[in-house]
């Protein structure tokens, strides 16, 4: 710390009379780091953690040996790109054939018309590299990707609370959430969409503690006049990591655009807060620009660069997309109407993508084609989404207002109607045995997770605690956008993006329970008791719910048992 730093001041009780605690300068709050914590011991704690979630996640991972719910696209879409470089359609009869070991000619010549970016399916595809094409090939990734969730959570909240055993709660908690381990047994694109954005969203937390450490060596004594540091903090690495995970997160989904958006302006404010609390005034105005362009640049322009890259397999075939899907019903629709749900199209033209008639061209302007192909493809993407999905409907859709309450569970597999004696069912006679895989949360998280939400916006708005308003940033950015879109087809596990936030707030809101003090006294044994019960009832409710969680075998009294509403079938 700089020797002409203003020394900290005593806390002045409300009459005014001092009590005795120290009250930190700005300089030690931004150079200050975990104290009494062991970075081995933090380090060796989170990453048990994640082996225990990689361990349950792994376990009977081939089970049940098919294609579960959406995995029959995303299964097959990246073995097309692991061996053809870009997605073909496949035959009528391709998921018999697989499951049966016959991977070879169950794909077309034809490219085939996905309707989500291809970072999810790549990675998908590492896995049916090193295991092949199986249920746990096609399933492993998402097992590492969640057990990876866990610990990217377990150290945020650590960096965020100083804490490891509420960083290791966290984490645990996590990958204690029914949806986040079902999703991480699936080949589905949802829980790479959650890890990146969890990344990222790490990544611009440790970006505020850098941003103001390096604020502090700069500086010697309290800002009286201009901008303060700027060359000193242009480069910034935690930003550019951001704008990476940000840029792969929407390569797995368009959904990260939201918290990329919120998340960005929140790192413009912290800046600016930064500034203020080293005496620049004006801060938020000039911290938006010295900070707040160079910010835009690093997640906006970065992840954009990084979002291009993804679509490298696609840009190289860009001649088969030209020539097969330049003229789709998507690329042709200007009007319609839904009908017995379906889409009625009123109008159409005769548009095609411009490069499909344009000459082939050689070097950068063939860069400049293919990308152009790719900005085409887009917008009939664009129109798949805002048009010819308001007419479907699904038998496990739910609207989202009713997610952080569990309102529709997704089941994604079921074998029913085992009888008596059959296959190991022991069920009493007029019962049958069955075994079911449902997209469904930990109760207890979620519910409890909508009380401390309550608590972070109180604690954020008015306890200005910034890292409340973490939680409540990063719920409000993943959840509420989907109320806008609630006329079509959208499923509970969309949710699994706000999980983490929701996992945020139940910590954080543990460690005020729990108080700063380490000093044995009433308010830290009732905030240890309650925190303590609520993580084993966690488990315990976790432990119910294993069975539908992991295809397990039950009779029909104790499935019903494990469904608590009518509208959970």
């Known amino acids: 710390m700089p020797t002409s730093a203003p020394t900290p001041a005593r806390e002045r009780g409300a009459a005014g009379e001092v009590t005795g605690l120290v009250v930190p300068t700005a300089w030690q709050r931004a150079t200050g780091r975990v104290r009494g914590e062991d970075p081995l011991i933090g380090w060796t ?162 970006d505020r503690d850098w941003f103001r450490a390096r604020l502090a060596r700069e500086l010697t004594a309290p800002v009286t006049d201009g901008w303060g540091p700027v060359r000193a903090v242009l480069w910034r690495p935690w930003l ?142 664009f129109t798949f989404h805002t048009h010819f999905l308001n007419c479907s409907s699904h038998q496990y859709a739910s609207k989202p207002s009713g997610w952080l309450l569990l309102n529709r569970p997704v089941g994604v597999a079921a074998d029913t109607g085992i009888q008596p004696g059959t296959r190991g069912c022991d069920a009493p006679a007029g019962s049958d045995c069955l075994r079911q895989v449902l997209l469904l949360g930990t109760p207890t998280i979620w519910w409890g997770g909508i009380v401390a939400l309550l608590f972070a916006v109180v604690a954020w708005v008015g306890g200005r605690d910034w890292r409340f308003g973490v939680a409540v940033v990063g719920t409000a950015s993943t959840w509420l956008p989907w109320l806008l879109y609630d006329d079509r087809p959208i499923f509970l596990f969309y949710a699994v993006v706000t999980l983490p936030f929701v996992v945020l707030a139940l910590t954080l809101t543990m460690g005020r329970l729990i108080g700063p003090d380490r000093v044995p006294t009433r308010r830290r044994t009732v905030g240890v008791v309650v925190s303590g019960s609520f993580v084993v009832l966690t488990l315990l409710n976790f432990a119910w719910f294993w069975p539908i969680f992991t295809n397990g075998l039950l009779t029909h009294g104790e499935w019903l048992d494990r469904i608590w509403f009518a509208r959970w079938i």
């Open 45 to 206: 704690a989170s990453i048990g953690i994640a082996l225990l979630a990689l361990f349950l996640r792994l376990w009977r991972l081939g089970s049940p040996k098919e294609f579960e719910f959406d995995e029959t696209y995303y299964a097959k879409d990246a073995w097309s790109l692991l061996h053809h470089g870009y997605v073909r359609s496949y035959v009528e009869d391709a998921n018999e054939q697989i499951l049966a070991g016959q991977t070879g000619g169950q794909w077309k010549d034809d490219p085939s018309m996905v309707v989500h970016p291809e970072v999810g399916k790549w990675l998908i595809a590492l896995g049916e590299k090193a295991f092949g094409m199986d249920p746990f090939g096609w399933r492993v990734s998402a097992a590492v990707a969640g057990a990876l969730m866990v610990l990217v959570m377990c150290r945020l909240v650590r960096r965020m609370t100083g804490s490891t055993l509420l960083g290791c709660t966290a984490g645990l908690l996590l990958s204690l959430d029914g949806l986040q381990f079902v999703l991480s047994r699936l080949a589905l694109l949802d829980i790479f969409l959650a890890l990146f954005t969890l990344m990222a969203v790490t990544c611009l937390v440790n």
């Open 240 to 381: 550019l990591a951001g704008g990476v995970c940000f840029g792969l997160a929407i390569g797995t989904k368009w959904t990260a655009l939201y918290p990329l958006a919120a998340f960005g302006l929140l790192a413009w404010l912290w800046s600016a807060g930064a500034r203020r609390t080293f005496g620049v005034r004006w801060a938020v105005l000039r911290s938006a620009v010295v900070d707040g362009l160079p910010a835009f640049g690093y997640l906006v322009g970065v992840g954009l660069v990084v979002y291009v890259a993804t679509w490298t397999g696609w840009l190289v075939h860009a001649d088969q997309y030209e020539e097969h899907l330049s003229q789709t019903q998507y690329t042709t629709f200007v009007s319609g109407h839904c009908a017995d749900g379906d889409l009625v199209v009123d109008e159409k033209n005769d548009d095609q993508w411009p490069t499909a008639t344009e000459p082939d061209a050689g070097g950068l302007g063939e860069v400049r084609q293919s990308l152009h192909s790719l900005w085409n493809y887009h917008q009939d993407v």
